[in-house]
Structure formats: structure tokens, C-alpha cells
């Protein structure tokens, strides 16, 4: 089954770093950990775990609950478990996709700076002012 919320999420990291995922877990590995791009990537792998847990145990329920299986009394245990274990990923996946796509959408990625124009001078409006005429 394809993980299209953790998909999603790393092709807008991708997007605003301007990089490939492997190439930004590979500078966050390098770099300080306390990092915008540090805590992004963390969040995405905790979705993407979270994405295969529900996976697996979705396949694992589906096995337990095959119809041509008997359900047993140890089985019914089981079959809990993995619905137990299923609701606790979609609470996690869907609490990291909450905050990550709001961390998203509040960054922007800068324009290059444009080479080619001059630096202004600063403006006569950041001059400080001319002391006031004393009107006495």
C-alpha cells in the first residue's frame, strides 16, 4: 500500500530545501540536530514508521481473520491487538501529519538573490531625522 501522507510530506521538504530527501537526511546527520530541517525530518520518518505499522498490522489482521481460519480463543487476543495497535499508528500518523503540515505551510523557500542588480543605498527614509526647528 503506498504511503502517500509521508510521500506528500517529503516532496514539500524536498521542495523547500531544494534537495533530494537522502541528500538532506545526509546534512542533518552532519549538522547540529536542533535544525528546522532536523525536527522536519524526524516528524516525516515518525510518519513514515507510522504509515508501515499500519501496514503491517493491517496485513496481520487480515491473516487472523482469514475466512477460511478458525478463530480461536488465543486468536481473539490477537485480532485485538492489531486493532488496538492500528488505532494508536492513525492517532500517531495523523497527529505528525497535523503539525508537519502546518510547519510546512508556514515556511517559504527564498528566491535566489539576483546577482546581476546592484545593492541599493539604504533609502533616506532609515536616515535618522533632522533635529526639529524650535518654533520660540
Given at each position: ?17 531544494g ?16 535544525s ?35 478463530i ?65
Amino acid at each position: 500500500m503506498p504511503h502517500t501522507t509521508s510521500q506528500t510530506v517529503a516532496a514539500r521538504i524536498e521542495a523547500l530545501y531544494g534537495q533530494p530527501l537522502a541528500a538532506l537526511e545526509a546534512h542533518a546527520e552532519a549538522t547540529a540536530r536542533d535544525s528546522m530541517l532536523a525536527a522536519l525530518l524526524g516528524s516525516h520518518a515518525d510518519l513514515t514508521f507510522a504509515e508501515r505499522n499500519i501496514d503491517f498490522q493491517l496485513e496481520r489482521l487480515r491473516q487472523l481473520t482469514d475466512p477460511d481460519r478458525e478463530i480461536g480463543r488465543f486468536d481473539a487476543g490477537h485480532i485485538l491487538d492489531c486493532a488496538r495497535r492500528i488505532a494508536d499508528s492513525v492517532t500517531v500518523r495523523d497527529a505528525h501529519t497535523k503539525s508537519v503540515t502546518a510547519v510546512l505551510a508556514s515556511l517559504r523557500r527564498l528566491p535566489a538573490p539576483d546577482t546581476k542588480v546592484p545593492t541599493a543605498a539604504p533609502s533616506a527614509a532609515l536616515a535618522p531625522a533632522a533635529p526639529a526647528a524650535r518654533t520660540r
